[in-house]
């Protein structure tokens, strides 16, 4: 598939021109789901605002917090830039790698509609069916 960007026309991250991009989200790797309980919890991630759910090119499954880094200044650079994570650091090397050339979702979801329509499509029977209460409960 093509690029939508050419990396090579760059010589550094165009981070400027990205406008921070990378610096307005905490994803984290989540297990994939397998199971109605882990089918079932992806539901209640996507029940929060400002929280996504995607599948990167690897098929690797993560949760995203949509959150702007409070080292973020208007004009778009860091205010940390020496003291800045290693992840931010490495982040984007080798040119060509980060978002601001490629989609980095295989599958996103930004609702529990959105979820379930694609779960739904699998043909799974993959809703999480709670017990009867009993009276002990
Ligand atoms: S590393 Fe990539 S995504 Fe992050 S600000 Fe720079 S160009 Fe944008
Ligand atoms: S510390 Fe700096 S580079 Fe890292 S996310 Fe925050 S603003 Fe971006």
């Given at each position: 598939?093509?690029?939508?960007?050419?990396?090579?026309?760059?010589?550094t991250l165009p981070c400027t021109e990205c406008g921070a991009k990378c610096c307005r989200?905490?994803?984290i790797e989540i297990d994939t789901p397998?199971?109605?309980?882990?089918?079932?919890?992806?539901?209640?991630?996507l029940l929060h605002e400002n929280?996504?759910?995607?599948?990167?090119?690897?098929?690797?499954w993560h949760i995203e917090f949509k959150t702007?880094?409070?080292?973020?200044?208007d004009d778009h650079r860091c205010i940390e830039y020496d003291t800045r994570p290693q992840v931010c650091r490495?982040?984007?090397w080798p040119i060509g790698s980060c978002?601001?050339?490629?989609?980095?979702?295989?599958?996103?979801?930004?609702?529990?509609?959105a979820f379930e329509r694609?779960?739904?499509?699998?043909?799974?029977?993959?809703?999480?069916?709670?017990?009867?209460?009993?009276?002990?409960?």
């Amino acid at each position: 598939m093509p690029r939508a960007k050419n990396p090579d026309k760059y010589k550094t991250l165009p981070c400027t021109e990205c406008g921070a991009k990378c610096c307005r989200y905490v994803a984290i790797e989540i297990d994939t789901p397998k199971t109605k309980k882990q089918y079932d919890d992806v539901r209640w991630y996507l029940l929060h605002e400002n929280i996504s759910v995607f599948v990167d090119h690897d098929n690797n499954w993560h949760i995203e917090f949509k959150t702007r880094c409070r080292s973020l200044a208007d004009d778009h650079r860091c205010i940390e830039y020496d003291t800045r994570p290693q992840v931010c650091r490495d982040h984007g090397w080798p040119i060509g790698s980060c978002e601001f050339f490629d989609s980095p979702y295989k599958l996103r979801f930004d609702s529990v509609e959105a979820f379930e329509r694609h779960m739904d499509k699998t043909g799974k029977n993959w809703r999480y069916k709670r017990r009867p209460k009993t009276t002990k409960d």
